[in-house]
């Protein structure tokens, strides 16, 4: 997301065009512009050859006849993304007519200035043809995007760190194997079990799911492996569980570290040989399930800690855990995510939100994001049922986005539940924003070799 719009000024009156590029300097805006200032067409072609501006400034009113139709006769040939802003006198109509050709001025230049202009008043009109022009450049970068985004059942990216898990979960589905998903809360680990079992064989077999830290320990058997009347108080009849249910399907058990020491064995026998024994009963039932288990601990330490079976750990880990990074590691995946979530707003409310400007975007962009992809769901929704305009804008964010400048939190204690990996991530990060993607000088800052800077940016998939 760009914040510096380039503008081009092409005049051969070296006073005209310092007074001009001053006026540029001045006013509130929310992006910075940075001014080149070329006295003749030659050096205005060269200028349009090595890079495009964002927007072109002729000045027709003091350019000689040959520079001013060769600057814009070039410039819609080379760089035909530019705005242009042409300032000229009445007596440059023809000049103009038949470098724009047909007469079709309007169509082909963002603004046409008739001298003589304040300076005040062309820095206005080239600060909105600039606003435009980051605009339609954040709207091509969104397209880009999205024609290079993958879709795996619904769960969309960009970033290598999302890939990667996309394309393991790819093979993972064809097999037979256990899956274990490890990340955050609301990085969308029941959106990747959901799709694992839509890309398997079992797929329009039974899905079901049951998150292990929402049911007490006293029903979790039951709930799980079902029981027989008279097992327990209030057991009227036999009652199947949800690994019955599942039969021939998949069994996403989330929030599976938090399942109890004594469960833990039982649910081992059902991995292990398919077998499960109701509550109250005394025979075995044989099951065909496929199971999928999530996490938002560290299974590991958890085993340490003697809060988990090191033998289910092995388990569920045999084939090694699908981690799905945070948000905060992935900020490219931001924009796609987001506007997929402004057309399902659309659709489920009958809205006809337009996407987002690139102010609002930077905002979400910077933001730390402790809830995840669930978070930024949830705030789009908002502001797409909340907006006055077409597009999202800055105003319409919650206030504690509203004031965002930076991913890196201010205070200490936001880092809090962090790894040191986390925050050795949103340092770089932050770096390389504030030197606009500058990676000697980011190395510099950081006090680390650039060789170190690559291999971290390959190590946390940030390339």
């Known amino acids: 997301m760009s914040e510096t719009a380039f503008i081009l000024l092409v005049t051969p009156d070296p006073r005209r065009g310092q007074v001009i590029a001053d006026a540029l300097q001045g006013g509130e805006r929310t992006f910075r512009m940075v001014t080149s200032r070329v006295e003749s067409g030659a050096e205005a072609v060269g200028s349009l050859r090595v890079r495009a501006p964002d927007v072109l400034v002729i000045d027709f009113a003091a350019a000689g006849e040959g520079d001013g139709v060769t600057v814009l006769t070039e410039a819609k040939r080379l760089t035909p993304q530019s705005e242009i802003v042409l300032i000229s006198r009445g007596e440059d109509e023809p000049r103009l007519r038949k470098a724009l050709g047909n007469g079709k001025r309007s169509a082909d230049v963002y603004e046409h200035l008739i001298d003589p202009v304040a300076p005040d008043v062309i820095a206005d009109v080239v600060s909105r043809a600039a606003r435009q022009s980051l605009a339609t450049r954040e709207a091509r970068i969104l397209r880009e995007q999205a024609d290079k985004a993958f879709d795996f059942e619904g769960i969309i990216g960009v970033s290598d760190a999302i890939l990667r898990q996309i394309k393991r979960a790819q093979k993972l589905a064809r097999s037979k194997s256990t899956v274990l998903i490890t990340g955050e809360t609301g990085t969308g680990k029941e959106l990747f079990a959901q799709a694992i079992h839509a890309a398997s064989p079992r797929a329009g077999k039974p899905f079901k799911v049951l998150n292990c830290a929402a049911v007490s320990e006293t029903l979790l058997e039951s709930e799980l492996f079902g029981h027989v009347k008279g097992a327990f108080t209030g057991a009227v009849s036999d009652r199947k569980g949800l690994l019955h249910a599942a039969d021939g399907g998949t069994m996403f058990l989330d929030e599976i570290g938090d399942m109890p020491l004594a469960m833990q064995a039982k649910l081992l026998r059902a991995l292990e040989n398919g077998e499960i024994i109701p509550v109250g009963s005394n025979d075995a039932v044989h099951l065909d399930v496929r199971f999928v288990a999530a996490t938002n601990h560290d299974l590991n330490e958890r ?120 925050v050795e991530q949103m340092m770089i990060l932050s770096t390389l924003r504030r030197n606009e993607g500058n990676r000697d000088k980011t190395a510099r800052e950081l006090g680390i070799s650039l060789r170190t800077l690559y291999r971290k940016l390959k190590e946390y998939g940030l390339t």
């Open 303 to 422: 085993v340490q800690q003697g809060k988990f079976r090191e033998d289910l750990f092995f388990r569920l880990h045999a084939f090694g855990a699908l981690s799905i990074a945070p948000l905060r590691a992935r900020p490219e995946d931001i924009p796609i995510l987001a506007e997929r979530f402004i057309e399902r707003a659309n659709r489920e409310n009958g809205l006809s939100i337009r996407g987002i400007t690139p102010e609002a975007m930077r905002k979400l962009m910077r933001y730390l994001w402790p809830g995840n992809v669930r978070e930024l769901r949830n705030i789009i929704e908002r502001m797409c049922v909340e907006a006055e305009g077409e597009r999202l804008d800055v105003a319409d964010l919650p206030e504690n986005l509203q004031g965002t400048t930076e991913i890196v939190p201010a205070a200490l204690p936001n880092l809090a539940g962090l790894t040191l990996a986390d």
